[in-house]
Nanobody, 115 residues
């Protein structure tokens, strides 16, 4: 399985932007489907966005066109560009990579949206 490390979280005002990064170590990263999940205070973990090896993407309904997931297989990195952030986006964001029976998670990066 690959090892994942998230970065890019922090404190931002409503309407602001952040770019999260998920950096992977290990082989065959280009064959993995990679997704971003999040878990807010007192809430269950939920899917935010997903990208396949063929670069097809899908998003949760609450994204509403505000976020973009992308990947750079040369850098072994997946990004989540988040614009027009809302207070309800406050959560710990986790990166997940899957390929057949392999399933890896990062440690998470905190995002706080507050005025």
């Amino acid at each position: 399985q690959v090892q994942l490390v998230e970065s890019g979280g922090g404190l931002v005002q409503p309407g602001g932007s952040l770019r999260l990064s998920c950096s992977a170590s290990g082989s065959r990263f280009s064959a993995y489907t990679v997704a971003w999940y999040r878990q807010g205070p007192g809430k269950q973990r939920e899917l935010v966005a997903q990208i396949t090896p063929g670069d097809s993407t899908n998003y949760a309904d609450f994204v509403e066109g505000r976020f973009t997931i992308s990947r750079d297989n040369v850098k072994n990195t997946v990004y989540l560009q988040m614009n027009s952030l809302k207070p309800e986006d406050t959560a710990v964001y986790y990166c997940n990579a899957r390929w057949f029976v392999f399933n890896s998670w990062g440690q998470g990066t905190e995002v706080t949206v507050s005025s």
